[in-house]
Structure formats: C-alpha cells, structure tokens
C-alpha cells in the first residue's frame, strides 16, 4: 500500500478494481478514541469545504441587520432557518486582491483566482498564468496524506481551460479557484460519474476501469463488486454501527441510481444536444444536489478531508428556470441600480442559498458520535465578489456552515466593523485543520473572533 494512504485495511470494503471506503465505526476505533468521544474530545476528523458562487450578490437581502446570536434571517438566508444554530454569517471580509490594482478589465478572473489564494493574479490569456497557492491546498498538503483523495475538487460549470476568457485573462482564472501552486489549477471534475468513480476506483486503475466496464455491462452496482466484504464487516459491529453501515450503504446505492437517472435523461436527448452530456445544462438543481451528494460521501467515508465546489463560475450567464429566471444571471448583477434586476438578482442568491441548505441538511443527517458529520466540517460558502455590478470585492457575502470539531461559536452574525482580508479567517481555519501556516496572500494577521478555539 502507498505510504501516501496509510489508512487501515478494515475500513474499506475490496472488489475487483472497486475499493468502497466507510464511515469511521466507533466499533473499530480504539477505545481512548471511543471514550474520547463520549466526553466531547475530538474523536472524529475536521473536514473543510468551500462553496463558490459567482457575480456578487444582493447585500441588502444578505446581510442581517442586528448581530451576535439574536437576530433575524433576511430574505436570502432563510432557506438556512433550520440550521441557525449551525452557522455563522460574518460581514465585512474582504478580497482585495480582486481589485484591478492598473490591469484594467477582468473582474470575474480575480474574483474566483483571487478567492481562496489572497493572490493578484497575472494578467495573461497565455500559458505564462499565475495566482497563489490556495487554502484548500494548503490543508490537503497537510492531511491528504491520511486520506485515499488528497482533495476533491467539484463544479456544475463546463469551460475552457486555457485561452482568453474575461478581459484578457486566462480560462484557467475564472474557471478553477484550487490551485496547488502559484502556476497550477486544479482542474473541478463536473462530470458527477466520474466523481463517483474517483471514489470507488482501486490503486489499479487498469482493475478499476475493467470493474467499471462490467457494471456498465451488467448493470451492477459498485455494492455487488463489495457485498461478500460488507457481510463479514457486518458480523463484526456493534448494533448501532450495523445501522451505520445500513445507512451508507443505502446512500450509496441511492446515490448510483440518480447518476444513472441523470445519465438516461441524457440518452433521450435529440443527438445535437446530446454533446452537452449530462442533466447539468439542463437543470442545474439536480446536477448541484448530486455532487453535493458525492462531497457529502466523500466526507462521511474520510476518502478526503478537502472540497471545494463552483456552483457557477464568475461571470456565468446562466439562467435559473428552476428559480423562475430566464435571463441570464451575469446580466442581472449588471444592474445598473435598476429595482426589478436587483431583485432578480436576489431570487437567484435565494435559490443557491436553497442548493447550499441541501449540502448542510445532508451533512447534518449524517451521525457521529455524539453528533453529526456536520459537527465536524467548516464548510464555506460565498464568493469573490460583493456588488457584481462595479465587480466589489469589498464585504463579501460569507456563511460558515459547521462547528469545526468544536472548534467553532456557531449561531451567530458577526460584524468586523472594519474590512478584514478574508485570508486572516483561512489562517485560523487552518489552524483548526491542524495545519499551521504564517501567511497566505494578503493575509496580516488572523482573525478567531468566530472561534471558541484555534
């Protein structure tokens, strides 16, 4: 086995060429861990998660207006009412490494290649690109190794990796916003089978791709490839980890039926549309809420501890019928101050808000220990951008879903009072992530008001 997966064999279930990670069995941790848990250690790992969405959005139906623990959901955030104890809203962060600082056009580039790296990104549509290295990355380079997946890299948005994209930047700024060094995007996987796939693949790719044939073939899940294994584990539980079990391996069935729903929606296209290949550019709903889906999996089984996730990628034009929006939503953060675009724009800053509920009701249903698998993420959600409409990458729109292990004062809407670099917030999370670092792009300091301890 690679040094680089030092991970128990007992916690995974072996077929030929499928390898089904699972979720950690109290029954086959050791017994400090156990007892740890039951008196509120940090039995379980942290897992970090970032959310992008794209163009800014509506402050005024953002931003609550009384801070600390009482205060009332505004128009946007309502669809997270259920999970108030869960979150925290902080106002007042800042990515100035957006701003045009002389180049000129190209907004939506920096927004999403400034994002999570705190870097001023070059201003190239040539090979010669580069940002930062991003926080995602810094975690996965810190507890990657202890998991199959070093980090797991979403979105619902097919495009260009390379050429001019916005203003004389390259695709590869607006379309990624992981980077694993100062000249290297992690490319997002969006199609949701193959995400799947990275999660049940064996170290032999020659037998993972010869098990997928023969699902494929006939038409067997990747449980049926694990079953025999999953059997013997069973007889080794205790009752509350049998049902565990139960439950996972319920989710991931589940889970393979919608991907092959989503995949016959797109046999029964007309043979011009079929090119487009999957439900995504069809309804972006049901694509969001699988990969959310895979993330949640991913997480649960410790096949990573690292996502990051790109509903839309700056400057997308797509439109929401799902939200009953036609026109395109790089269109409507343009607004130009007009009342009805702004509230347009809102609607859609709602219905994202209602994918992201989905994420943290899934995360939450989710049991560990004592708790829930959300218990134990910090799972980031806004973008790079506030005010689309001049490209403002001041105050951005922020939630925070998790409590970080414990780690995290979740329930609250925290004001700063003066613009923060929102890179301060990812040296603290970093620190929850056990993952120290002195600096990330424009960082000066770091910023723990959100933290019962980092």
Known sequence: MSKSWPIPRRTFLRGLGTVA???????????????????????????????????????????????GFDYEMPYTLVPLQDFKKDITIVSALDNNSAN????????????????????????????????GISVDQLAATGVGYETKLPSLELSCDHGQRAGACDSGYSCAYQYNISWKSDTMPMNPEVDPRQAFERLFGGADDAASQEAKAKRALYNKSVLDFVLDDA???NKTLSGNDQRKLDEYLS????LERSIEANEKFVINLPP?????????????????????????????????????????????????????????????????????????????????????????????????????????CMVQYGGGLSDGNKHTPENLPF??????????????HIHLGELTPITNLYRSMLDVMGVPTEKIGDSNGKLDAIFAKA
Do not use: C
Request: charge should be positive; avoid cysteine; glycine fraction near 10%.
């Open 21 to 67: 990670a699972l979720p950690l069995f109290e029954s086959l941790l050791p017994v400090s861990k156990v007892l740890g848990a039951t008196a509120g250690a940090k039995a379980f790992p942290t897992r970090l998660a970032f959310v992008y969405i794209p163009n800014g959005a509506n402050m005024d139906y953002w931003t609550p207006q009384a801070t």
């Open 272 to 376: 011009e549309q079929r090119q487009l290949k999957m439900l995504a550019d069809f309804n972006f709903e049901a694509h969001a809420r699988l990969m959310m889906d895979i993330m949640v999996l991913a997480f649960q089984t410790d096949a990573t501890r690292v996502s990051t996730f790109i509903l839309g990628h700056d400057g997308s034009n797509r439109p929401y019928p799902g939200a009953n929006i036609s026109e395109g939503h790089h269109d409507l953060s343009h607004h130009q101050n007009n009342v009805e675009k702004k509230t347009k724009l809102a609607i859609i800053n709602r219905y994202h808000m209602m994918q992201f509920a989905y994420l943290v009701g899934k995360l939450k249903s989710v049991k560990e220990g004592n708790g829930t698998l959300l218990d134990n």
């Open 399 to 412: 939630v925070l879903a998790g409590k970080g292990g414990g780690a995290i004062t979740a329930g609250q």
């Open 251 to 254: 989710a991931v069935r589940d």
């Open 100 to 131: 045009e600082m002389g180049d000129g056009g190209g907004g939506h580039a920096r927004a999403s290649a400034s994002y999570l790296t705190g870097v001023h990104p070059r201003k190239t549509a040539g090979a010669d690109i580069k940002a």
């Open 231 to 233: 059997n013997r584990l």
